[in-house]
Nanobody
């Protein structure tokens, strides 16, 4: 079984930066893609940034996705934070479990981590 967990959320001031971490754990799996989404209060979940499993770094505006091989994690760094960045940030991991042939695909969401940006 593969599990996904986010960490690093909290209360930050506008203009600052924040790093969130997404860790996939389990056995016998490979990752095809990791994406970050967010859900602002009262709004629908929206895509923020993402990276293929083979990637190292991906930049989308103020959002940088990077891989931390030492921790087997994919990080999301948000620069120049704005109050409208407030929301619950989710990590979505898609990949394959190497437990059978053909390989078993998975698509798993983490529980989310709250980010609140104060003005």
């Amino acid at each position: 079984q593969v599990q996904v967990a986010e960490s690093g959320g909290g209360l930050v001031q506008a203009g600052g930066s924040l790093r969130l971490s997404c860790t996939a754990s389990g056995s016998s799996f490979s990752v095809d893609h990791t994406d970050w989404y967010r859900q602002p209060p009262g709004k629908q979940r929206e895509w923020v940034a993402g990276m293929p499993g083979s990637g190292v770094t991906s930049v989308t505006g103020r959002f940088t996705v990077s891989r931390d091989k030492t921790k087997n994690a994919v990080n999301l760094e948000i620069d120049s934070l704005k109050p409208e960045d407030t929301g619950v940030y989710y990590c979505n991991v898609r990949g394959l479990r190497n437990i059978r042939v053909p390989l078993l695909p998975f698509d798993i969401w983490g529980q989310g981590t709250q980010v609140t940006v104060s003005s």
